[in-house]
């Protein structure tokens, strides 16, 4: 038997930009010739402080947004060549799902859980319509909805309850990649551990790779095989979550560590986080400290 070596996702000088100011002469590297490889079923973190270029990476990967530059392959394909908008109605779109950090604005508040998670259904695999009901039946078993909530409109739930919804759409195509976009800072405290429990268990069972997208790297560490860690644009870090956190090789990350709160780790020295990552578009190149991009 000869195992496949290709990468399921492979990302290669990927940058964009957007024109800004007044006159719009002005560029915003919001993602910055970035290099990123996701394997088969591997859960990738993303992190790096807000404004940071993590939403707009994980949208140019997702092809909902053209890149500027650079190429993205699925399983050895050029996909990264493809318009957004030609890429959201070919059969590729099956394999590449995302769920979107709100889970209020990303449903249509006219279809039911039901429509919600049949539309895609009826758009990228087609079948009978029996055929559709039972994937979302069983959709909605597999992320924890009750089968009566199938005719619930998105006002008539919890917050818990249309992420599930959210979630249930994604996988019901069966995606070989899920793009997971903050997934659960919309939602509260008790509810979110729900949910990246459930995620977990999902991407177990359906043998899907996850490119998980947070600014809680306390989240990823336990979730993710793997950490990129990005800063102005660019992937600073990348490597196992667990050696990243045991020793950091780049100060970005270190400084990233040292402000998560720990209550046992009072009197200990913290690297200070300096400068600002909500202007990439003044920034000519990064503080020289930072200029290693390691692992
Ligand atoms: P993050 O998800 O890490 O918070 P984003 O990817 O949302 O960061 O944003 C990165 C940078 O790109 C920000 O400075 C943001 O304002 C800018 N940006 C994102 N989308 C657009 C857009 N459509 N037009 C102009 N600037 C944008
Ligand atoms: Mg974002």
């Given at each position: 038997?000869?195992?496949?070596?290709?990468?399921?996702?492979?990302?290669?000088?990927?940058?964009?930009?957007?024109?800004?100011?007044?006159l719009r002469r002005k560029m915003l590297h919001a993602v910055d010739e970035v290099d990123l490889t996701i394997g088969a079923g591997e859960c990738i973190g993303l992190v790096g402080e807000s404004?940071?270029?993590?939403?707009?990476?994980?949208r140019v990967l997702a092809r909902l947004v053209d890149p500027t530059e650079g190429e993205i392959t699925l399983s050895g394909v050029e996909i990264g060549a493809i318009p957004a908008r030609s890429f959201g109605g070919s059969p590729l779109r099956r394999d590449?799902?995302?769920?979107?950090?709100?889970?209020?604005?990303?449903?249509?508040?006219?279809?039911?859980?039901?429509?919600?998670?049949?539309?895609?259904?009826?758009?990228?695999?087609?079948?009978?319509?029996?055929?559709?009901?039972?994937?979302?039946?069983?959709?909605?078993?597999?992320?924890?909805l009750p089968r009566e909530y199938g005719s619930r409109y998105p006002h008539q739930l919890s917050g818990g309850q249309k992420a599930r919804v959210g979630i249930a759409r994604a996988i019901a195509v069966r995606p070989k990649l899920l793009v997971l976009d903050e997934p659960t800072s919309a939602l509260d405290v008790s509810v979110q551990s729900l949910i990246l429990h459930l995620?977990?268990?999902?991407?177990?069972?359906?043998?899907?790779?996850?490119?998980?997208?947070?600014?809680?790297?306390?989240?990823?560490r336990l979730l993710c095989d793997k950490i990129a860690v990005m800063y102005l644009g660019r992937i600073v870090e990348f490597g196992p979550s667990n050696s990243v956190f045991r020793a950091p090789l780049h100060p970005?990350?270190?400084?990233?560590?040292?402000?998560?709160?720990?209550?046992?780790?009072?009197?200990?020295?913290?690297?200070?986080?300096?400068?600002?990552?909500?202007?990439?578009?003044?920034?000519?190149?990064?503080?020289?400290?930072?200029?290693?991009a390691v692992r």
């Open positions: 038997m000869t195992v496949s070596t290709t990468p399921l996702i492979e990302v290669r000088g990927l940058s964009k930009r957007y024109p800004v100011g007044t404004g940071c270029g993590k939403s707009t990476l994980a590449i799902q995302v769920v979107f950090q709100d889970p209020t604005e990303s449903l249509n508040p006219g279809f039911t859980v039901f429509q919600a998670i049949a539309d895609p259904l009826k758009r990228l695999l087609g079948g009978s319509r029996r055929e559709i009901t039972d994937v979302v039946v069983a959709a909605m078993d597999d992320v924890g995620l977990a268990e999902l991407q177990k069972q359906r043998d899907m790779s996850y490119l998980f997208v947070s600014h809680d790297l306390n989240v990823v970005y990350t270190r400084a990233l560590i040292d402000a998560i709160p720990d209550p046992d780790r009072k009197n200990t020295v913290r690297t200070k986080l300096e400068g600002s990552a909500s202007s990439p578009s003044t920034r000519t190149r990064m503080p020289a400290a930072f200029q290693d």
